[in-house]
């Protein structure tokens, strides 16, 4: 069975860096009818958090993206890595290195110096087993990988790139166990896959390198590597990396600020993936659309208006009981039948749900108003407003075309000077709905009361 898996580690919020990661494996497991893996890589145990835990599964279920099976945690898999490890010393495929900062960074700026690639020299490479253990009964020491080599390469099998080769002569020693006798991402990350069974894994070109160590360690220790798809980065606006040391959003921030987990999905999905139907769609609806093989390996950019353009579209397609449940908790006490009005009127004019509070007017005439929209009101005057209200009662009934064709003559005012005016004083902004459905909406006593109330403030 297809198997995908998510590892973030809980050191953080997720942010969208993380998201697209989910998301693909996700998309990835439900087209193939396989599984997808939830796996927290937890072993840096200073800086895992428990709160970042639920918040990383509170943020997945909030954005449709269920796992199989209860959550998995890298730390549980502990006495394994060492065992790891431990084979690959004997095999002469991992060593202790004793080489101080100081030592590491002379080397680099003397590779630097002479045009070659700032890897590591090797130097303790060449200790022998009892050597390194005498030493290390004195000294602080990192496990290094013995991944370089004079000849021979390493194969990754990418889904989407075909056969990567890389030449072992171009490769590191990398570090993977620090001198605080933590592992570092790769061979946990490897081991892991293996234990819980992860056929394929979606990530980043940025990972590549990492690829061909984890395929060469996994074959070491007689293992199968997972396929993997390694896509193009997700870059922000400005070109670097998109990550949460470079400002991306949090899943949280984005909740906080009104977005709709349809949203999100819809924007993250399409990046490298353009051949996704136009029509709003769930994660679920995506999943069934979704190719691997059309993944671009190119980056792509991130787009906060983007998203906010199908957060739009998202609001306006929603039925008005959907939209009156998003509405209900910022107009507490408006009856159902008057609430489901209201999202109907406003419904076309809104970006994010927290925009209909721009149209507060229309259901309290005592909600405050722009500075703005207050200064449209002075200048057209009492008299204008006067007149317009003596031609409303006139009518007595609420018909829009009837009333400013009436106005007109009276006031002498036309196009603009006539309707923003009116637009202002009865819902307290300078756009929105069309000024038939307002009317509509107000009603005979709610057009003249509103009308009253901005007669008296100039007065």
Not at 200 to 225: C, F, I, K, P
Not at 325 to 344: D, I, T, V, W
Not at 375 to 394: P, S
Not at 417 to 423: H, V
């Amino acid at each position: 069975m297809i198997t995908t898996r998510f590892a973030p580690s809980p050191t953080g919020l997720l942010h969208l860096g993380n998201v697209r990661t989910a998301l693909l494996n996700w998309l990835y497991a439900r087209k193939h009818g396989g599984r997808f893996l939830l796996r927290f890589e937890d072993t840096d145990r200073s800086r895992s958090q428990s709160e970042f835990i639920a918040g990383i599964e509170e943020d997945l279920r909030w954005l449709g993206l269920d796992w199989d099976g209860d959550a998995l945690f890298q730390s549980a898999h502990a006495a394994s890595h060492r065992k790891a490890l431990e084979k690959l010393a004997e095999r002469n495929l991992a060593y202790r290195c004793f080489c101080s900062e100081s030592q590491l960074s002379l080397d680099r700026k003397l590779a630097a110096s002479r045009g070659q690639p700032p890897r590591y020299t090797g130097r303790c490479r060449q200790l022998s087993g009892a050597e390194s253990e005498t030493i290390a009964e004195r000294e602080r020491f990192v496990w290094r990988l013995a991944a370089h080599g004079d000849d021979g390469g390493i194969t990754v099998i990418d889904q989407l790139r075909g056969e990567v080769h890389f030449a072992r002569a171009d490769l590191d020693d990398p570090v993977i166990v620090r001198s605080d006798g933590t592992f570092t991402f790769l061979l946990p990350n490897a081991m892991d896959d293996v234990m819980d069974g992860v056929t394929h894994v979606l990530r980043g070109d940025d990972h590549l390198t990492n690829s061909a160590y984890q395929v060469w360690m996994l074959e070491s220790l007689d293992h199968a590597a997972p396929v993997y798809l390694h896509h193009g980065l997700l870059l922000g606006q400005d070109g670097a990396k998109l990550s949460k040391r470079t400002g991306s959003h949090s899943v949280a921030e984005l909740r906080q600020a009104g977005l709709r987990p349809e949203a999100l999905i819809q924007t993250m999905a399409r990046l490298g993936h353009p051949n996704l139907p136009d029509e709003l769609a769930d994660a679920a609806a995506i999943a069934g659309h979704f190719d691997a093989v059309h993944l671009s390996t190119a980056h792509v950019r991130w787009s906060d208006d983007e998203m906010w353009r199908w957060h739009a579209r998202m609001l306006h397609g929603m039925d008005g009981q959907g939209l009156s449940s998003l509405l209900r908790p910022m107009f507490p006490g408006m009856q159902e039948n008057r609430l489901l009005e209201f999202a109907s009127l406003v419904q076309g004019n809104l970006e994010r749900v927290e925009d209909a509070h721009t149209f507060a007017r229309l259901v309290d005439h005592q909600a405050a108003m722009a500075d703005e929209v207050l200064v449209v009101i002075r200048e057209a005057g009492t008299e204008f407003f006067a007149q317009a209200l003596r031609a409303w009662e006139d009518m007595g009934a609420p018909d829009w075309q009837a009333w400013v064709e009436a106005l007109k003559k009276t006031s002498g005012r036309k196009g603009r000077q006539l309707f923003l005016p009116l637009r202002a004083a009865l819902t307290g902004c300078l756009h929105g709905p069309e000024m038939a459905r307002v009317v509509d909406f107000l009603g005979v006593d709610g057009v003249s009361g509103r009308l009253h109330q901005v007669i008296e403030r100039e007065l």
